[in-house]
């Protein structure tokens, strides 16, 4: 009796082992496929993700796996984003994550950094901020702001100063408010470290990366 439900357990768990493989599986980006169904993406943050205006954040090269999480976030109703309101509630995982890989198969373009800002944003991004425990930038982005795809940290270097601040912002909000941004994980990292940012140190840490590439 004992060796017949191990064998069924075996069995169940093996089934539950292929059935999440398969998922993964599924989940995995065709970019080729997902140029066709970002054509609609293209007009707010460009055809190849290198978007023209401030307020719509550079997708390309924003990695693949961030850049599917956020959208599932924001179609599921996670993250409001009120400029996003409509344009993936109808979307699957699989075209969100053909999306993803379409963009982040894009190069991105970078911005001009505002040169009085730049050297506290290197301080803050390379170094934090001891005093109010604000950890250093380039463990999660990289010395060159091109993140951690695999860990889902997104590459920040060449994205628009104006947006990344305002993510900022509302990262700590959302340490205290839920109404700010809180999908930076259970451990905060994102609504912690913002939190004991000041606003010029926000401005000059976003115009700095901005700069990167």
Same mark, same amino acid.
């Given at each position: 009796?004992?060796?017949?439900?191990?064998?069924?357990? %075996?069995?169940?768990?093996?089934?539950?082992?292929?059935?999440?493989?398969?998922?993964?599986?599924?989940?995995?980006?065709?970019?080729?496929?997902?140029?066709?169904?970002?054509? @609609?993406? /293209?007009?707010?943050?460009?055809?190849?993700?290198?978007?023209?205006?401030?307020? %719509?954040?550079?997708?390309?090269? *924003?990695?693949?796996?961030? *850049? *599917?999480? &956020?959208?599932? #976030?924001?179609?599921?109703?996670?993250?409001?984003? +009120? &400029?996003? +309101?409509?344009?993936?509630?109808?979307?699957?995982?699989?075209?969100?994550?053909?999306?993803?890989?379409? %963009?982040?198969? &894009?190069?991105?373009?970078?911005?001009?950094?505002?040169? =009085?800002?730049?050297?506290?944003?290197?301080?803050? #991004?390379?170094? /934090?901020?001891? =005093?109010?425990?604000? @950890?250093?930038?380039?463990?999660?982005?990289? +010395?060159?702001?091109?993140?951690?795809?695999?860990?889902?940290?997104?590459?920040? /270097?060449? &994205?628009?100063?104006? #947006?990344?601040?305002?993510?900022?912002?509302?990262?700590?909000?959302? #340490? =205290?408010?839920?109404?700010?941004?809180?999908?930076? /994980?259970?451990?905060?990292?994102?609504?912690?470290?913002?939190?004991?940012?000041?606003?010029?140190?926000? =401005?000059?840490?976003?115009?700095?990366?901005?700069?990167?590439?």
């Amino acid at each position: 009796m004992k060796k017949l439900l191990v064998l069924r357990a %075996f069995i169940v768990g093996a089934v539950v082992s292929t059935a999440s493989v398969q998922a993964a599986e599924i989940l995995k980006g065709d970019p080729v496929a997902g140029e066709q169904k970002a054509v @609609a993406c /293209g007009a707010c943050h460009g055809a190849d993700g290198n978007s023209a205006v401030a307020m %719509f954040p550079k997708l390309a090269g *924003l990695g693949e796996k961030y *850049l *599917l999480k &956020q959208t599932q #976030y924001i179609r599921d109703g996670v993250r409001p984003v +009120a &400029q996003m +309101a409509g344009q993936v509630d109808n979307m699957s995982d699989q075209d969100l994550a053909d999306i993803a890989a379409y %963009f982040d198969s &894009q190069p991105r373009g970078v911005e001009k950094a505002d040169p =009085e800002l730049v050297a506290l944003g290197e301080k803050v #991004y390379r170094a /934090g901020v001891a =005093e109010r425990n604000v @950890a250093a930038c380039i463990a999660c982005h990289g +010395a060159r702001g091109a993140g951690n795809a695999p860990a889902g940290f997104p590459a920040l /270097g060449g &994205q628009h100063a104006d #947006y990344v601040a305002s993510q900022l912002k509302a990262y700590r909000k959302g #340490y =205290e408010d839920p109404t700010g941004r809180v999908t930076g /994980g259970e451990t905060k990292i994102m609504r912690s470290n913002a939190f004991g940012l000041s606003d010029m140190e926000i =401005e000059a840490v976003a115009a700095y990366v901005s700069g990167l590439n």
